[in-house]
T-cell receptor, first 115, second 111 residues
Framework: EAGVAQSPRYKIIEKRQSVAFWCNPISGHATLYWYQQILGQGPKLLIQFQNNGVVDDSQLPKDRFSAERLKGVDSTLKIQPAKLEDSAVYLC?????????????FGSGTRLTVV | ELKVEQNPLFLSMQEGKNYTIYCNYSTTSDRLYWYRQDPGKSLESLFVLLSNGAVKQEGRLMASLDTKARLSTLHITAAVHDLSATYFCAVAPIIVSKLTFGKGITLSVRP
């Protein structure tokens, strides 16, 4: 099966600019996650979707970050305006069910550099 | 708040020797995941441990889970260079599906 697709792979922007990342999960996976991985740290959950509804966005900085999953398939994560501390790898993951007993599949990520 | 601790954070291993790394977590959980990450790459699933006493093995790696001690161990047998990577454990509390990751342990195998 095809994996979790993410684009772009890399993005460099200036602070205060906006940026968007795209994720296409594995076909049939109802649950989609966006994680932020800062260099040297483990990934941190930003937002979790179940189909097109938000399950958990408690750690999403809502003043600048937004995410949507229209039609319960693809998802877009946006940052506006970006700050230097947003430099990180943004990982998208998906799972077949909300209780992923068989794990999550991660995409290859988008590496964001804010200068 | 769930905390996941891994130690050590960096381990230099000698080829051919055995090592054990640890993952502790602070909240009751029955699901623990181990992932591998190579530099600049995404996370690759290694093991999913779903119950107390679970043990899984793949090649030179063996993972186990003790939910009473809130501890998982990853045992490396006869380390080889190909095992050099960062290893993360992640925990999902009961009923909650989101993963909380540790900071990762970077393993480096030297000749």
């Amino acid at each position: 099966e095809a994996g979790v697709a993410q684009s772009p792979r890399y993005k460099i922007i200036e602070k205060r600019q906006s940026v968007a990342f795209w994720c296409n999960p594995i076909s049939g996976h109802a649950t989609l996650y966006w994680y932020q991985q800062i260099l040297g740290q483990g990934p941190k959950l930003l937002i979790q979707f179940q189909n097109n509804g938000v399950v958990d966005d408690s750690q999403l900085p809502k003043d600048r970050f937004s995410a949507e999953r229209l039609k319960g398939v693809d998802s877009t994560l946006k940052i506006q305006p970006a700050k230097l501390e947003d430099s990180a790898v943004y990982l998208c993951a998906s799972s077949f069910r909300r209780e992923p007993f068989y794990g999550y599949t991660f995409g290859s990520g988008t590496r964001l550099t804010v200068v | 708040e769930l905390k996941v601790e891994q130690n050590p954070l960096f381990l230099s291993m000698q080829e051919g020797k055995n090592y054990t790394i640890y993952c502790n977590y602070s909240t009751t959980s029955d699901r623990l995941y181990w992932y591998r990450q190579d530099p600049g790459k995404s996370l690759e699933s290694l093991f999913v441990l779903l119950s107390n006493g679970a043990v899984k093995q793949e090649g030179r790696l063996m993972a186990s889970l003790d939910t009473k001690a809130r501890l998982s161990t990853l045992h490396i047998t006869a380390a080889v260079h190909d095992l050099s990577a960062t290893y993360f454990c992640a925990v999902a509390p009961i009923i909650v599906s989101k993963l909380t990751f540790g900071k990762g342990i970077t393993l480096s195998v030297r000749p």
